[in-house]
């Protein structure tokens, strides 16, 4: 397991409680999956991402000890650094990612929505600026309020703590994209699509020889922080309107493995427009193994055992939920004309599994708990 923190740890359950030894290799002190009672070790790394090549250098000394094993990256940066070198650790572990032509067709965005306009799978308007004239001239042609994107999101969100910025003037939008540029990162501008987090979906699904195996969906309830950031709840659902577009978008790529592909319903036109393609296990993993589809496990018996998964059948209705970043906007949630106490409060009466806290291993709640408070002082 690369990398522990919310999907992590997620992955850490699916796996070792069907019997799986799990290894948890860790670079964020922010990680609390590490410390699950089912890891069988833990083993801090270099960051993927600030020290690629000292990452590789230390998943190759593992071979000595693990070879042979699955490498599962849990994040972008570790799924980043594994990809590039797949070649070269695939002589020692099985790699659980895409090659890197792949993986770049969904890690920098532009080549995603490039792909998809290509192909006929509906997105958001989305330009790609090089210059401040560049943002002056396109901020003409968008509607506000727009959104500035990353291009590769995880280094956006290593920078600036946040997925991207929601901006309502022409000043604002040249003072985030500069911000990016000082950080060296490239960013689109899209146009914001209205609505709240309701209207986003996921679709998770398992893909073998360009074919879409396991599929499994799950409507967004609320976000952290609200717009703009990753979901915090989740209820499972059945949404076909999804499914033909999430296939198309994968088999152009070429996509294998897992996949959290996310979409979100334009109200102007009822159209469920692309928004990313993830290549990895999600935040939510733990919602389809409640569900009955255990994604984590069909990946580890489809490389591990030549295991080949089938059946697309879940249960739904059932929430999933971050506690620890969906309180923290609770109260933004409930000065909304939208969101009574009873409405909030909602998923956590109903049938649900959560993120982090997990009443038979306690341990990562207390890290993050503890975590959260230091960092309040």
């Known amino acids: 397991m690369l990398g522990t923190h919310s999907c992590g740890l997620g992955i850490i359950h699916a796996l070792a409680r069907n019997g799986i030894p799990v290894i948890a290799i860790h670079y964020d002190d922010k990680d609390m999956g590490y410390k699950s009672r089912y890891v069988k070790e833990s083993i801090f790394a270099p960051h993927p991402g600030k020290c690629e090549k000292q990452f590789i250098a230390f998943l190759l000394n593992c071979a000595n000890r693990f070879e042979g094993s699955l490498l ?10 594994v ?3 797949k070649k070269l650790l695939e002589r ?7 090659d890197w032509e792949i993986t770049r067709l969904f890690i920098e965005k532009q080549n995603t929505y490039a ?5 006929g799978v509906p997105t958001p308007k989305t330009i790609y600026p090089q210059s401040v004239d560049d943002v002056v001239r396109f901020s003409k042609t968008i509607q506000y309020p727009i959104l ?14 946040k997925k991207m910025t929601k901006v309502f003037n022409q000043e604002q939008l040249i003072a985030a994209f500069q911000q990016a540029a000082n950080a060296g990162l490239e960013v689109m501008i899209q146009e914001y699509i209205p609505g709240d987090a309701s209207q986003g979906v996921n679709y998770n699904s ?3 020889n360009n074919e879409v195996l396991v599929e499994f969906t799950a409507r967004k309830i609320r976000s952290s922080p609200p717009e703009t950031g990753s979901p915090c709840v989740l209820l499972s659902n059945h949404i076909p309107e999804v499914i033909q577009p999430g296939r198309k978008i994968l088999q152009a790529m070429g996509f294998y493995g897992f996949s959290c592909t996310e979409f979100k319903q334009d109200p102007r036109d009822g159209v469920y ?7 990895r296990h999600n935040l939510s993993t733990s919602l389809a193994v409640r569900c009955g589809i255990n994604f984590p496990l069909i990946h580890y018996d489809h490389l591990m055992q030549a295991k080949l998964p089938s059946g697309s059948d879940f249960h739904t209705d059932i929430y999933w939920t971050d506690i620890f970043r969906d309180i923290p906007f609770s109260l933004t949630y409930l000065r909304s004309h939208k969101y009574s106490l009873k409405k909030f409060i909602n998923p956590y009466l109903h049938t649900h599994v959560d993120a982090i806290v997990d009443k038979d291993d306690l341990k990562p709640f207390w890290k993050r708990l503890t975590g959260l408070i230091r960092s309040k002082f």
Do not use: W
């Open 72 to 81: 599962l990256p849990a994040n972008d940066a570790t799924l980043v650094a």
């Open 83 to 85: 990809s590039h070198h």
């Open 92 to 98: 020692f572990f099985i790699v659980g990612c895409t």
């Open 115 to 119: 792909l998809a306009e290509k192909v």
């Open 148 to 161: 500035v994107k990353p291009c590769q999101g995880h280094l956006y969100i290593e920078i600036f703590r």
């Open 206 to 208: 398992y893909s073998i």
């Open 273 to 279: 427009k692309l928004m990313e393609v993830n290549g």
